[in-house]
């Protein structure tokens, strides 16, 4: 009874969804109501994770299981997250007829996968993490089941996913073979270097893994998925997953494969630099909002998976505060768009932003602040992220990846520039409808206002992350 | 007071400058020029102080640079030469804002030329009363940068703009030789204040320097460095070509900055550097040879110029040379005199030649004048006041101080005192042609301009003509009262003290009484000439320069001296510039740097955007391929 008290937030989460589903069976059109519980339960789930104390740090169930302080930041950060997803996109759900019992619960049911996730120490405990976590969104980027753009983005999501699952299985599978356990510290303990058959199970876990968070050359499922399903899958899919997959990268890449780090550095090395390349180089040539952000995402991941790559506590440290800034961010263009709306139709192409500073001077204001931190421009947030990066890879004297990442960061300056030019300085379109959604206004208030003071008092995420020590 | 002195100009810049849009025009006319007065008035009382009890004094406002041995302020210095100064800069800048209300009075933009004129003359304030090198640095690119602004004040014209340009590049020249000799006295001396600096010169004397492969002594090297400084802004021979250019700005500007105060700040800074100077015979001797070639070159340009701005410009280089010259052979005190009066006649001269150009709706060709002396009387008499004050007519200021410079150069008794005397005479005759050429072209003979019909051609008003009167004042009066003070018997020990240093005691005998009547006798018996070549019979004259066509068109081209830099350093500089521009900066930085980069970026952008088709399949083949890559690598390594 003892270790169930460590796993309460997951416990209470996993109840939760159970009495949710029953609820919305039995009370018809209950859509709101389900809704508003889901953000609550989210809300309680975060604060239950204090449950214990912060630096607890155990495993449980025969070591299948850990409670660390990585584990609970990152559970922390993937809720806060979720709720404010949530409470942004409520109106567009319900606007764009996906007002169903199942979309909350199903969002709630992929954030338990991810807690898993974030938490397992064991490769099975890890992929049913992952898996009820994939199953979860592949229901929801199809959401829209009579758009025809929805369901065929939910399609290429599962069959890439599946196969991408099934060469990560493979690779566990493998893994298990050469080390003769699933268990995290006994595979460091079991492998090494001279054992080829290892290295092909790491290989085969590394592209899994990098398909989850989109990094070049398995991104190819990402613009597809984020432009074709429902804006609010989009923002969550943008924002949440992120944080579980990093975790779990740095899990396995720091426990279990601690002594291949000559091999895994180059893999992600490689990764990483293809990532900020594209992710930079593509964007350009976008025409629409949502699939211009999974560029961007796919940029923003090769810089947090170059700061992975250092194999110092350091570049850890920036990766995940590089994550936590992406976040924010991310979380605030994705307001913006739930913003763009005339008589109940959603616009999502950066054209429709034209003039925006005329009719809407304050969201203008956002989007700017947003998109400058984002291009990595002093005094905001996005800078200070880049800089944590950078510093940590020259630390290990890695130059030619912050050479590449220096310059891949002035290219993708341009297309984030050419939006504040396009709201700034081109002909202002029709007015957008004002939004009377509290819970949108916070967010992007919120996002906006930490990004531009976060200069101020960068001590404060800098304290939180720092007791992030995996080595 | 000193305070006062210095930093009410600046408020009245500021305010006028920002707030001259809230203020209104009038407002800020007024509040610059109460401001500059109250300043000269208390400089007066300083300069008072200074004769009557030797008042000096070294205020310390703050501690500007602190850097390892470098200790700079910010520091009023008073004596006996900066308080001169101060009252000179003072008389001259606050005649002139009054005079430019009324110049000013068809212009758009009063408060903005308000606002430069009170900036410069802080910045002039702050030149003269510095207490070492780099205060005075500042207040030397101060008023740079202020003739810069008042020259280009018409922004509009394009010759107005080329000259402010030409102005600020060719004092960049002698500004670098300046900031060298700055740096120089830093490297020997370790400060760059005048106390310490002057207080050390003696036990340096003799040492040798490399200097560019070249042996040098390290004083002669300092001074003529400094000097190359002083040529610029004085406008000296090599260097001097800006100033007859700088006429484009608003003559009140002309008379203030290009006549009375900002050119003489070479002079005053050989003056300064006495210290320095007295231990280099070299150093001086050059100073003496560029004075009196300039007196010299520029005098003769100015015989066939037409302009009437121009005219005067050419003369103010003459006449700064003749103060060089003076201060080449150790006569520092009648160089500080000749500037005080110089600046008397000459701002007069400008601001008359002002009220002619304003009577004449701007129009500066003397052949295009002629014969309008009884329609403005007033101009007429101040502006002849200032023509024979400026050639030395007898008992008017100019008399006093030029004469003072041939005396004590034919005193000195040397090889190079003799050439002064010569030159200077030679060129007494010539400033004396010149001066009643321009008068008589403008004010007598025929009227021949057919623009403007003679009746309309009326006085300025009151405005304008109260500060010439004032200045005629002293054009007529400085020399005759402040003789004694400045180069009487003594006046080095009782008012000059220590801020002139004198090495070789001067020499009090009375020269032979021709030197005395030469010059005076010369340049009357020149004004019955020009009267009658200019007026009476141009015959002689028209074919004079017929058959010297040569040296006609050599001296109305200026000795050449534009074309030659034209020739000599603009245009390869140009050719170079393009060069660089068009094949380096465009055809191989722009087109293999950033151009070629985006270029590339767009290219790759493309193929990256072809890339994502859309089949399921491909994206699947595109995920084997790389997983297959990762693989093999790592094999086989």
């Not at chain 2, 005075?136 to 004040?153: A, H, M, P, T």
């Not at chain 2, 150009?357 to 701007?362: E, P, Q």
């Not at chain 2, 309309?456 to 109260?466: G, Q, T």
């Not at chain 2, 400085?478 to 020499?507: A, M, V």
Request: aromatic share 16%; glycine share 6%; net charge neutral.
């Amino acid at each position: 009874m003892d270790q169930l008290n460590l796993i309460i937030p997951e416990l209470f989460l996993t109840t939760s969804i159970m009495i949710l589903l029953m609820l919305g069976v039995f009370y018809k059109n209950s859509f709101n109501l389900i809704f508003k519980l889901s953000t609550i339960v989210l809300l309680a789930t975060f604060i239950l994770l204090f449950n214990h104390s912060v630096d607890t740090s155990a495993t449980l169930f025969n070591n299948s299981y850990t409670i660390d302080y990585l584990s609970l930041f990152m559970k922390a950060l993937t809720l806060v997250a979720c709720i404010f997803v949530m409470l942004s996109s409520f109106d567009y759900i319900k606007l764009i007829g996906i007002n169903k019992i199942e979309y909350p619960i199903l969002i709630l049911s992929a954030t338990l996968g991810m807690m898993i996730m974030i938490s397992s120490y064991d490769l099975i405990v890890f992929y049913m993490g992952l898996e009820l976590q994939s199953l979860s969104l592949y229901v929801l980027v199809s959401f829209n089941r009579d758009s025809y753009r929805s369901t065929e983005a939910g399609l290429k999501y599962f069959v890439l996913s599946a196969l991408s699952s099934g060469l990560l299985l493979y690779g566990c599978s493998l893994i298990y073979g050469f080390s003769n356990s699933t268990n995290f510290d006994l595979i460091s303990q079991n492998i090494d270097q001279f054992n080829t058959g290892s290295i092909f199970g790491i290989v085969f876990i590394l592209v899994g893994l990098a398909f989850k968070v989109s990094a070049v050359p398995f991104h190819m499922w990402a613009p597809d998925v984020y432009e074709g399903s429902p804006t609010s899958v989009t923002a969550f899919f943008a924002i949440v997953p992120k944080v579980a997959a990093l975790t779990v990268f740095i899990r396995f890449l720091y426990v279990p494969f601690i002594n291949l780090v000559d091999q895994w550095q180059m893999i992600i090395i490689f990764i990483s630099l293809a990532s900020m390349i594209l992710g930079a180089v593509a964007a350009i040539g976008q025409t629409n909002l949502k699939r211009l952000m999974a560029y961007s995402a796919i940029g923003h991941m090769g810089y947090a998976l170059a700061g992975l790559a250092t194999g110092s506590n350091e570049g850890i440290q920036s990766a995940v505060i590089y994550l936590s800034i992406y976040l924010l961010m991310n979380l605030g263009i994705f307001s913006c768009i739930f913003m763009m709306k005339r008589k109940d139709i959603f616009y999502e192409d950066i054209q429709d932003l034209s003039g925006l500073s005329k009719n809407h001077p304050i969201i203008s204001v956002c989007l700017l602040v947003l998109l400058f931190s984002l291009a990595g421009i002093p005094p905001l947030a996005g800078f200070f992220a880049k800089f944590y990066v950078f510093m940590a890879v020259i630390k290990v004297e890695m130059y030619t990846l912050a050479i590449i990442g220096l310059i891949t960061t002035v290219i993708s300056a341009f297309y984030y520039l050419r939006i504040i030019k396009i709201i700034y300085f081109d002909d202002p379109k029709e007015i957008f409808e004002i939004d009377k959604n509290l819970g949108l206004k916070v967010s992007l208030f919120l996002s906006t206002i930490i990004i531009l003071i976060y200069f101020i008092y960068p001590s404060l995420l800098i304290d939180m992350v720092s007791n992030i020590n995996v080595i | 007071m000193e305070y006062a002195i210095v930093f009410l100009p600046l408020i009245g810049a500021i305010v006028s400058g920002f707030f001259g849009k809230i203020t209104g025009d009038r407002f800020s006319e007024i509040f610059t020029s109460f401001l500059v007065s109250i300043s000269t008035i208390l400089s007066f009382v300083v300069f008072y102080f200074v004769v009557v009890q030797g008042y000096a004094n070294n205020i310390t406002i703050y501690s500007w640079i602190t850097s390892g041995d470098l200790k700079v302020n910010w520091s009023i210095k008073i004596d006996a030469l900066s308080s001169t100064m101060l009252v000179v800069v003072g008389i001259v800048s606050s005649l002139v804002h009054i005079y430019s209300i009324g110049y000013m009075v068809h212009d758009d933009c009063k408060t903005r030329f308000m606002s430069y004129l009170s900036l410069f003359t802080f910045a002039m304030l702050t030149l003269v009363t510095s207490d070492n090198f780099f205060q005075l640095f500042f207040g030397w690119e101060g008023v740079g940068l202020c003739s810069y602004l008042l020259i280009g004040f018409w922004y509009k014209k394009p010759s107005a703009n080329a000259a402010a340009i030409k102005a600020f590049i060719v004092n960049r020249v002698g500004d670098f030789g300046f900031a060298l000799g700055i740096f120089l006295i830093f490297y020997y001396f370790g400060t760059v204040n005048y106390s310490e600096v002057f207080a050390q010169i003696p036990f340096i004397v003799g040492k040798q320097i490399n200097f560019l492969g070249i042996e040098t002594n390290v004083i002669t090297l300092i001074c003529l460095l400094l000097f190359i400084g002083c040529m610029g802004k004085s406008a000296q021979i090599f260097l001097h070509t800006w100033l007859p250019d700088a006429m484009e700005g608003p003559t009140p500007v002309s008379a203030l900055i290009h006549a009375a105060t900002m050119v003489t700040a070479g002079v005053f800074l050989v003056v300064r550097c006495s210290p320095i100077f007295e231990y280099s015979q070299f150093a001086l001797n050059f100073v003496c040879i560029v004075g009196m070639t300039t007196a010299f070159i520029t005098a003769t340009i100015a015989l066939v110029q037409n302009d009437i701005k121009r005219i005067i410009a050419y003369s103010t280089c003459s006449q700064l040379g003749y103060m060089f010259f003076a201060a080449g052979i150790g006569a520092y005190h009648v160089a500080m005199f000749h500037l005080f009066t110089h600046a008397f006649f000459k701002a007069l001269l400008f601001l008359g030649s002002g009220s002619v150009i304003h009577s004449f709706k701007n129009e500066q060709d003397i052949r295009l004048m002629g014969g309008v002396w009884k329609k403005i009387p007033y101009t007429w008499i101040l502006m002849l006041i200032g023509t024979l004050a400026l050639t030395g007519f007898p008992f008017l200021s100019g008399y006093y101080s030029k004469d003072a410079i041939i005396e004590f150069a034919y005193l000195k008794n040397s090889t190079i005192g003799f050439y002064v005397v010569f030159i200077g005479i030679l060129t007494a005759i010539f400033t004396s042609i010149y001066s009643w050429r321009l008068f008589f072209k403008t004010f007598h003979g025929k009227y021949s301009n057919e623009k403007i019909i003679i009746e309309n051609i009326h006085e300025s008003p009151m405005i304008m003509l109260a500060p010439l009167i004032l200045l005629a004042v002293g054009a007529i009066g400085s020399g005759y009262l402040f003789k004694d003070l400045f180069i009487g018997y003594g006046s080095s020990g009782e008012f000059w003290r220590n801020s002139i240093l004198f090495l070789n005691p001067i020499i009090n005998d009375h020269p032979p009484i021709w030197i005395i009547l030469i010059t005076p006798l010369l340049i009357m018996i020149s004004i019955p000439i020009s009267y009658y070549l200019f007026l009476k019979d141009k015959k002689i004259l028209t074919k004079f320069v017929q058959s010297h066509k040569q040296v006609y068109e050599f001296l109305l081209n200026k000795w050449y001296f534009d074309e030659l830099y034209d020739f000599i350093f603009v245009k390869p500089i140009k050719r170079l510039g393009l060069i660089f521009w068009k094949h380096g900066d465009i055809k191989t930085i722009d087109q293999f740097g950033p151009d070629g980069f985006a270029k590339l970026v767009k290219f790759f952008s493309n193929k990256a955007v072809q890339f994502q088709n859309g089949y399921i399949y491909h994206y699947a083949f595109v995920m084997l391929v790389g997983f297959s890559i990762l693989l093999t690598y790592l094999i086989l390594i």
